[in-house]
T-cell receptor, first 118, second 111 residues
Framework: GAVVSQHPSRVICKSGTSVKIECRSLDFQATTMFWYRQFPKKSLMLMATSNEGSKATYEQGVEKDKFLINHASLTLSTLTVTSAHPEDSSFYIC??????????????FGEGSWLTVV | QKEVEQDPGPLSVPEGAIVSLNCTYSNSAFQYFMWYRQYSRKGPELLMYTYSSGNKEDGRFTAQVDKSSKYISLFIRDSQPSDSATYLCAMRRTGNTPLVFGKGTRLSVIA
């Protein structure tokens, strides 16, 4: 079945540094990918919609200059957390929609990336 | 009122029991309904996908959508300890729109 891969699965970084998380659709093309954030025991919160070849659309309250999204190809979107702070520590998950499938609207998720800022 | 309401539980059942999970929603524009299973510290895994109203069965899992009542359900038959996880309902409108999630229900199946 369709697979979405995320890398790295875990990362620890120092406060003030930047971290890049990659999201790849492995066997399908995704013109749109979504980035979510999840706090412990909480549901997924949509951060932004990543569109191939154009600027991402950010949800209200999400700082676009802090969470840089680049969707350079039909199979890759990246999320860069800039000048990370401890409050940015969270579980970041990407998802992609397999538009080519007969179901047409199935959305698959990556395994997620645990970010810890120390 | 939130767009999607889901009882967070926790729900604890004995092995072999039938589990019923459900969500209600307020936006009549939702057309696509999904259930995801999420194990601790992992990404959500798609379990069931349903378009509009109706039932869908896959092995031990049955998903039901009642758009007139804005109510969706997931049934798990012969529940197993390995089913212990958080179950998230999710739904979306037509077009390239993101999913809207419920809070998730934590399920524990006790052997």
């Amino acid at each position: 079945g369709a697979v979405v891969s995320q890398h790295p699965s875990r990362v620890i970084c120092k406060s003030g540094t930047s971290v890049k998380i990659e999201c790849r659709s492995l066997d399908f093309q995704a013109t749109t990918m979504f980035w979510y954030r999840q706090f412990p025991k909480k549901s997924l919160m949509l951060m932004a919609t990543s569109n191939e070849g154009s600027k991402a659309t950010y949800e209200q309250g999400v700082e676009k200059d802090k969470f840089l999204i680049n969707h350079a190809s039909l199979t890759l979107s990246t999320l860069t957390v800039t000048s990370a702070h401890p409050e940015d520590s969270s579980f970041y998950i990407c998802s992609a929609r397999d538009q080519a499938r007969a179901s047409g609207n199935t959305i698959y998720f990556g395994e997620g990336s645990w970010l810890t800022v120390v | 009122q939130k767009e999607v309401e889901q009882d967070p539980g926790p729900l604890s059942v004995p092995e072999g029991a039938i589990v019923s999970l459900n969500c209600t929603y307020s936006n009549s524009a939702f057309q696509y309904f999904m259930w995801y299973r999420q194990y601790s510290r992992k990404g959500p895994e798609l379990l069931m996908y349903t378009y509009s109203s109706g039932n869908k069965e896959d092995g031990r899992f049955t998903a039901q959508v009642d758009k007139s009542s804005k109510y969706i359900s997931l049934f798990i038959r012969d529940s197993q300890p390995s089913d212990s996880a958080t179950y998230l309902c999710a739904m979306r409108r037509t077009g390239n729109t993101p999913l809207v999630f419920g809070k998730g229900t934590r399920l524990s199946v006790i052997a």
